[in-house]
């Protein structure tokens, strides 16, 4: 007896490839074939939604300059500068407050109502104590990443296991102690979201603060694409700025994970 009616099709899939990352490349390919379908149409004005092939050639000769690595470097060290800052604060704040309940009541509403906030309405005051130069932006990297930071290692202190808490107090453990072989190891997971969050709003903080005022720096040389009307430029900073946002989340991810693996 013949078995056809059992037989189905398997649908087409390319060897070593998920359908979620399938899935990923056809949202992908969706949204870049419906930009150049905008592009070709001419509904918007010219060069607003450029080609594909003149974003490309823009970020070819991006990529090509000496003056964009200069002020990635430059953005680079506001960023990195004002995650330790504010992300060092934010563990300190975090772990006191995960600690202790009076004062997580007492202070702890205030970083939930602050932490929302739109940070750039503080680069006027940010300008009058740090000046015009990197300090200010530094600052805004800094308050931008301590927030999340913050709550993420609160939240994470309230969901140690007391068993190990009660272990290092048995052992006499010191302060310093507690946080280094207690603390830090069990909240591992929320630490690297905290940092993740906090990475990718002071890079949105310190890029704002660029564009509003600065003379150098990538938020600069994106502003300044935009006032001179250098659409495919703009485009092509953006893009970068997107690909190096998302390798460095990566990085951090796979640090900590590295990391917890390194501990089992």
Partial sequence: MAHT???TASPLRLPGLSRVTLLRIA????VLAIWEAVAASGLLF???VPSLTVIARAL???LGEEGFYWNLGVTAGEVGTGLVIGGFAGLVVGIVLGGSRFLSRAFEPYIYYLGPTPKIIFFPVMIMWFGVGPGSKVAMGTIS???PIALSVAAGMRQIDGVLIRVGRSFRAN???MVTKIYLPAMRAPIV???RLGLGVAIIGTLLAETKLSNRGIGFLIINSYSTFNMPRMYSLLIAVFVLSIGVNALVSRLGNLEAVKRR
Avoid: E, K, P, Y
């Fill in 5 to 7: 009616g059992q037989l």
């Fill in 193 to 195: 979201n905290g940092v």
């Fill in 46 to 48: 010219r060069d607003v």
């Fill in 27 to 30: 949202i992908i390919l969706a």
């Fill in 175 to 177: 302060t310093w102690q």
């Fill in 60 to 62: 070819a000769s991006l």
């Fill in 145 to 147: 990443c301590f927030f």
